[in-house]
């Protein structure tokens, strides 16, 4: 496809659909030489759009860039004359992530109103996350009409990169009654493990607080959280970890810090199968706060054993008197009675 004012200069290619393209190419090597005319967004020349064997593809999709930013009346006409020439997809780009998703949702909107046989075509969203608003703008455009949402795994991409496939999913399945219902029809247990694959593939891996597929997205390490996921896990969490496939090391998510409370760390000594009195509690919980104060990161249950067993089941030695008819002849010397918290004893000779 290629688009051309009326005095015959290319101002738009794309070769992609068609097997002959010697404008598109001419337009190209132009372009290498003199650079490409940014200003015609603001251009009022009338425009004409000529197509080449569109026989080859049942399916013609235009897309170009920069959209979002460019004047709506040349916008509108555009669209119109590609649809015209038999595109069935009409990508609106946000290239520079620049628009907010009041913005992008209307222009969408408007695209429909405006772009005479625009019930013809499809529209579709392209949004990049300079702004860190890929997947806000992707479902503004939803909202507002788009029914072809680009995404891509982990939102990898260009620059910051493009709307993220899992965010947009998963908000599309758990906000349904906010976006007249629509669906993608993806299997979201399978998110965890293509995400890990495309991270393990591509070598870009997400960021530990990434949304529904980084590795804090269902840890809670802050007391109240954790006192209220072990009462009932919907009161900070909107996603189950089963919808996106996701296996987490205890059943509540939960990780020990030194934000972590009595709640917390007594039902991970219990997962562990550790059961300890309350003053043995205490004094262990105790001991724990000033560890993971000086540790600053997460206690792990390396440390929970390692602590447990010092302050808990640490041997102690217990002095008595002996006596002078001690086996071997020995006499006045001081008996230890070694105990543990299992109730075993033996004694030694000192």
Not at 96 to 107: A, D, I, Q, R, W
Not at 314 to 328: A, E, I, Q, R, T
């Given at each position: 496809m290629v688009?051309?004012?009326?005095a015959?200069t290319?101002i738009?290619?794309?070769?992609r659909?068609?097997?002959s393209c010697h404008?598109?190419?001419?337009?190209?090597l132009l372009?290498?030489n003199e650079?490409l005319n940014?200003a015609l967004?603001w251009?009022n020349?009338?425009?004409?759009?000529?197509t080449?064997?569109?026989?080859?593809?049942?399916l013609?999709?235009?897309?170009?860039?920069?959209?979002s930013?460019?004047?709506?009346e040349?916008?509108?006409?555009?669209?119109?004359e590609v649809?015209?020439?038999?595109?069935?997809?009409i990508?609106?780009a946000?290239t520079v992530?620049?628009?907010?998703?009041?913005?992008y949702?209307k222009?969408i909107?408007?695209i429909?109103a405006?772009?005479?046989?625009i019930?013809?075509?499809i529209?579709?969203?392209h949004?990049?996350?300079?702004?860190g608003l890929?997947t806000?703008?992707?479902?503004a455009?939803a909202y507002?009409?788009?029914?072809?949402?680009e995404?891509?795994?982990?939102g990898?991409?260009?620059?910051?990169?493009n709307a993220?496939l899992e965010?947009v999913?998963?908000?599309l399945?758990?906000?349904p009654?906010?976006?007249?219902?629509?669906y993608?029809?993806i299997n979201?247990?399978?998110?965890?493990?293509?995400?890990?694959?495309v991270?393990?593939?591509s070598?870009?891996?997400v960021?530990?607080?990434k949304a529904i597929?980084g590795a804090?997205?269902?840890?809670?390490?802050?007391g109240?959280?954790?006192?209220?996921?072990?009462?009932?896990k919907g009161t900070?969490?909107i996603?189950?970890?089963?919808?996106?496939?996701?296996?987490r090391a205890?059943?509540?998510?939960i990780v020990?810090?030194?934000?972590?409370?009595?709640h917390a760390v007594?039902?991970?000594?219990?997962?562990?199968?550790?059961?300890i009195?309350?003053?043995?509690?205490?004094?262990f919980?105790?001991?724990?706060k000033?560890?993971a104060?000086?540790k600053?990161v997460r206690?792990n249950?390396?440390?929970?054993?390692?602590?447990?067993?010092d302050?808990?089941?640490?041997?102690k030695l217990n002095p008595?008197?002996g006596s002078?008819?001690?086996p071997?002849?020995?006499s006045?010397?001081v008996l230890?009675?070694?105990?543990?918290?299992?109730?075993?004893?033996?004694?030694?000779?000192q």
């Amino acid at each position: 496809m290629v688009l051309r004012e009326d005095a015959g200069t290319i101002i738009y290619r794309s070769c992609r659909q068609l097997f002959s393209c010697h404008d598109a190419l001419q337009a190209g090597l132009l372009a290498l030489n003199e650079g490409l005319n940014l200003a015609l967004q603001w251009s009022n020349l009338p425009i004409a759009v000529e197509t080449d064997c569109l026989e080859a593809s049942n399916l013609l999709k235009a897309s170009d860039i920069d959209r979002s930013r460019s004047n709506k009346e040349f916008l509108y006409h555009i669209l119109e004359e590609v649809i015209q020439a038999g595109a069935t997809t009409i990508t609106i780009a946000d290239t520079v992530g620049s628009n907010l998703p009041v913005e992008y949702g209307k222009l969408i909107a408007d695209i429909k109103a405006n772009t005479p046989g625009i019930d013809n075509a499809i529209i579709s969203t392209h949004c990049h996350n300079d702004l860190g608003l890929a997947t806000a703008n992707t479902l503004a455009g939803a909202y507002a009409g788009a029914r072809q949402l680009e995404v891509t795994i982990n939102g990898i991409g260009e620059r910051a990169g493009n709307a993220a496939l899992e965010e947009v999913v998963m908000a599309l399945k758990c906000r349904p009654e906010l976006l007249d219902g629509m669906y993608t029809g993806i299997n979201t247990h399978h998110i965890t493990m293509t995400s890990k694959m495309v991270q393990e593939y591509s070598g870009l891996h997400v960021q530990p607080h990434k949304a529904i597929v980084g590795a804090n997205a269902f840890a809670h390490e802050s007391g109240i959280h954790q006192d209220g996921m072990l009462k009932y896990k919907g009161t900070y969490e909107i996603i189950s970890p089963d919808d996106i496939g996701l296996t987490r090391a205890n059943d509540s998510g939960i990780v020990l810090g030194k934000l972590s409370g009595r709640h917390a760390v007594r039902s991970v000594l219990v997962e562990l199968g550790y059961e300890i009195s309350d003053n043995e509690f205490e004094d262990f919980f105790k001991r724990y706060k000033e560890v993971a104060e000086k540790k600053k990161v997460r206690i792990n249950d390396k440390d929970i054993k390692a602590l447990l067993y010092d302050e808990i089941f640490k041997p102690k030695l217990n002095p008595s008197v002996g006596s002078n008819n001690m086996p071997g002849g020995a006499s006045g010397h001081v008996l230890g009675s070694l105990e543990t918290a299992h109730g075993t004893s033996t004694s030694q000779q000192q």
